[in-house]
């Protein structure tokens, strides 16, 4: 019998085994991890963990986090829980089988970091149950971002992923202040197609657009940048 093949990340610091069909974690778990300005000691929540790509890039890069990720297939939290005892943090990062909209009560609490991967594919539904649901938001997106900003403690940060071309349903659900934008640009010159969104919450700080990221090289490597992030588990300053 042929052993599934486990997905690495940062360079092979992070091992992942996910279903080989349905939702794969990938660029966008890593980039989202790497954006989220934790530090040691915090408490950490994990909208939609899916296998836990994106939790475990996270606590491997920043010691002594306490991580818990929340994934309604029970199958997949389940994964996750075994990855994360894999990559011997099972200790400090765990997953919850559970509805993001209707939280275990130890989780009804604020945390440091929110983050979140949201399905954002509205109108596109794909012919397998699993990634369909991982994928399309059933008009749920901004009711989401509303989760995830109330869930984090005042002054803490909510940082999710969005596809770019819905970021104007985003900012219509989320407050004024403190929204730092960060755009991924697949090449120089392209539309992008991933924007990374940071929420302070409580702060009256005027919208930042920042400059991005440019992911490939026009040779179609990754762009020094993006390796640095991607294979070396730099952090995202947004």
Request: aromatic share 6%; glycine share 10%.
């Amino acid at each position: 019998m042929t052993e599934r093949p486990v997905d690495t990340f940062l360079d092979g610091k992070v091992r992942v085994d996910q279903p080989l069909s349905g939702f794969r974690s990938g660029l966008d778990a890593v980039m989202l991890a790497a954006s989220v300005p934790a530090k040691p000691g915090q408490a950490v929540l994990e909208l939609g963990a899916g296998s836990g790509a994106a939790s475990l890039c996270l606590a491997t890069r920043v010691p002594h986090l306490t991580v818990t990720g929340v994934e309604i297939d029970s199958g997949l939290a389940a994964a996750a829980n075994r990855n994360a005892a894999v990559n011997g943090i099972g200790g400090r990062v765990s997953f919850a089988a559970a509805d993001i909209f209707a939280l275990p009560p130890e989780l009804k609490r604020d945390f440091d970091q929110v983050l979140a991967n949201p399905p954002f594919h509205e109108g596109q539904k794909s012919p397998d149950p699993a990634r369909a649901m991982a994928l399309a938001d059933a008009g749920k997106l901004a009711n989401w971002l509303k989760l995830g900003l109330q869930r984090t403690v005042s002054g803490g940060y909510f940082t999710l992923i969005l596809r770019a071309d819905r970021l104007d349903e985003a900012l219509v659900a989320l407050p004024m202040g403190g929204v730092s934008l960060f755009p991924l640009w697949p090449r120089s010159g392209d539309v992008a197609k991933r924007i990374i969104i940071q929420v302070r919450k409580g702060s009256a700080a005027p919208i930042k657009l920042l400059p991005g990221l440019i992911l490939h090289a026009e040779s179609g490597d990754y762009t020094p940048e993006a390796d640095a992030v991607l294979r070396h588990g730099e952090m995202l300053a947004l």
